[in-house]
């Protein structure tokens, strides 16, 4: 009888071990944003997704879904805001919306260079913004380098501030980027990424802004032939989380996530180098006009913006301490 008993065990523990084998889950993470997939910024999100998965030995998974699948940029972030998306990716220019202390990256010239943004982005400043959307529902995970924005044109260069003066140029749903044309005496027009390449075909706007990569990807070049690198903005794209979705993690796995984030913007950032030298030698090839202007020109109007915002004595601070970050 005991013997029996023995036989019918060692027969029953591969069935356990089967039924393990299928109550391990794994949970699904769906991340949208608005790139293309050749996009620096896609391709890093792709590792993170690999590594996540290594991480968590199979337990979470990260589906990405680019090109605006899922919706604009405001609309993932009212997605997130409900838990019906758990990541996404936005410029600060758009989150500035959302979490009102971002606004601060969208002041043009703010930065003294690209080091000095990285510096201030992966310090206590960085986080301290990452942290105000928390209230908003939305967790600021990590910033992605999305360089330098500057203009570019259809019809009329633009090689001084003044070329701007009457040109509806677009811009993102952002008060400091209108504030910023506004200054130049341009006329901004807030569109979506999507529609831009038929807006600037059809004439509703006359120009935009945006980094190399971007300009070039979008395929926007074959519309608009000047391109003048004022580098007005160093605007940030920051990756999102649902704090819906990032409460339901437990301790470790929020930890796998962390560290699959920043493996993922250290990525990113090495390939943005290539990614904007290649953008600027391929659009000049399709025949855009690359400008240099002199910048001071532009930098120079645009005191009366931060007179402006620094009566807010929050604001005024916060600017001081980017510009005492070393």
């Not at 993470?29 to 997704?49: E, F, P, R, W």
């Not at 758009?94 to 703010?110: D, H, Q, T």
């Not at 310090?123 to 999305?146: H, M, R």
């Not at 409460?247 to 796998?256: R, V």
Request: charged letters at 25%.
């Amino acid at each position: 009888m005991r013997l029996k008993t023995i036989l019918y065990c060692l027969c029953f523990i591969p069935l356990l071990h089967g039924c393990n084998e299928l109550t391990k889950k794994t949970k699904t993470i769906k991340l949208a944003h608005g790139l293309d997939t050749k996009h620096s910024v896609h391709i890093a999100m792709l590792k993170m997704s690999d590594d996540l998965y290594k991480l968590s030995n199979g337990t979470l998974k990260i589906n990405v879904y680019p090109s605006q699948q899922l919706g604009t940029e405001r609309e993932c972030l009212e997605l997130l805001q409900i838990g019906s998306l758990e990541m996404t990716k936005v410029s600060v220019g758009v989150l500035e919306n959302f979490a009102p202390k971002m606004k601060v990256l969208g002041l043009p010239y703010l930065f003294r260079d690209r080091e000095h943004s990285f510096n201030v982005l992966d310090g206590p400043i960085g986080q301290e913004l990452l942290d105000n959307g928390t209230k908003f529902w939305l967790k600021g995970l990590g910033y992605y380098d999305a360089g330098s924005r500057s203009f570019y044109s259809k019809d009329k260069a633009i090689r001084t501030p003044e070329d701007l003066k009457g040109l509806k140029v677009r811009v993102m749903e952002s008060v400091s980027a209108m504030n910023m044309v506004r200054s130049f005496g341009g006329s901004p027009t807030p569109i979506s990424w999507g529609e831009l390449y038929t807006s600037l075909q059809q004439g509703v706007v006359d120009a935009a802004e945006n980094n190399p990569p971007s300009f070039y990807l979008s395929r926007h070049y074959e519309v608009c032939k000047h391109y003048t690198l004022d580098e007005h903005t160093v605007v940030p794209d920051v990756l999102v989380g649902s704090t819906h979705f990032w409460n339901s993690l437990t301790e470790q796995e929020q930890e796998w996530v962390k560290i699959a984030v920043k493996n993922s913007v250290k990525y990113q950032r090495e390939l943005w180098l290539d990614a904007e030298e290649e953008a600027l030698t391929e659009v000049e090839k399709a025949g855009v006009e690359i400008i240099r202007p002199d910048k001071t020109l532009f930098s120079d109007m645009v005191k009366p913006i931060y007179d402006e915002v620094e009566k807010d004595p929050a604001v005024h601070q916060l600017i001081q301490q980017i510009r005492n970050t070393k």
